[in-house]
T-cell receptor, first 112, second 112 residues
Framework: KQEVTQIPAALSVPEGENLVLNCSFT??????LQWFRQDPGKGLTSLLL?????REQTSGRLNASLDKSSGRSTLYIAASQPGDSATYLC???????????FGTGTRLQVFP | DTGVSQNPRHKITKRGQNVTFRCDPI?????LYWYRQTLGQGPEFLTY????????KSRLLSDRFSAERPKGSFSTLEIQRTEQGDSAMYLC??????????FGSGTRLTVV
């Protein structure tokens, strides 16, 4: 059974720092991996999607990497801002399925 | 089209009552998903439709839960005889094809 783990569970940093959020998954037979952002009481916003054949994706200050064989992904946030404060969720889609399996998230607070 | 719409945003109900939630997907999206998220956890898959066909159901979806998507448009999720353990955020997502879901803002259910 696929399990997705995110470390750390919570992170509090001053504005301007570069951050790394970690995601690991137990079964490497995945179709793709996504990083989402969730603001309190809100739905999910997709940040980056990495197909299983890709190694990384970039969008603005965000960069996500994927090492499928070792079951790991990282989300790198450059020059963090208070507006980045949110919960970041990692999710994998296994091969031959249409559902996402989520980690428990990393709650990020960036203070001025 | 402004995205995936969920109603109501909040629902408070007494234990034992029935509740129904509605999800209006993005109009051209043929796939529709329901997830449940409890406090401090990532979303968990409940069920998935492709057009009007319900193709997959999680074991989390007990006999008290039923979902429909008549005519492949909006979807409803009904919970009968609610229990306190049903208190959660219920999230709907839609997509065109097997990836790139857009999530709604969710319906927060509180069972008292």
């Amino acid at each position: 059974k696929q399990e997705v783990t995110q470390i750390p569970a919570a992170l509090s940093v001053p504005e301007g720092e570069n951050l790394v959020l970690n995601c690991s998954f137990t079964d490497s037979a995945i179709y793709n991996l996504q990083w989402f952002r969730q603001d309190p009481g809100k739905g999910l916003t997709s940040l980056l999607l990495i197909q299983s054949s890709q190694r990384e994706q970039t969008s603005g200050r965000l960069n996500a990497s994927l090492d499928k064989s070792s079951g790991r992904s990282t989300l790198y946030i450059a020059a963090s801002q208070p507006g980045d404060s949110a919960t970041y969720l990692c999710a994998v889609r296994e091969e031959n399925t249409d559902k996402l399996i989520f980690g428990t998230g990393t709650r990020l607070q960036v203070f001025p | 089209d402004t995205g995936v719409s969920q109603n109501p945003r909040h629902k408070i109900t007494k234990r034992g009552q029935n509740v129904t939630f509605r999800c209006d997907p993005i109009s051209e999206h043929n796939r529709l998903y329901w997830y449940r998220q409890t406090l401090g956890q990532g979303p968990e898959f409940l069920t998935y439709f492709q057009n009007e066909a319900q193709l997959e159901k999680s074991r989390l979806l007990s006999d008290r839960f039923s979902a429909e998507r008549p005519k492949g448009s909006f979807s409803t999720l009904e919970i009968q005889r609610t229990e306190q353990g049903d208190s959660a955020m219920y999230l709907c997502a839609s997509s065109l094809g097997p990836t790139g879901e857009t999530f709604g803002s969710g319906t927060r259910l509180t069972v008292v």
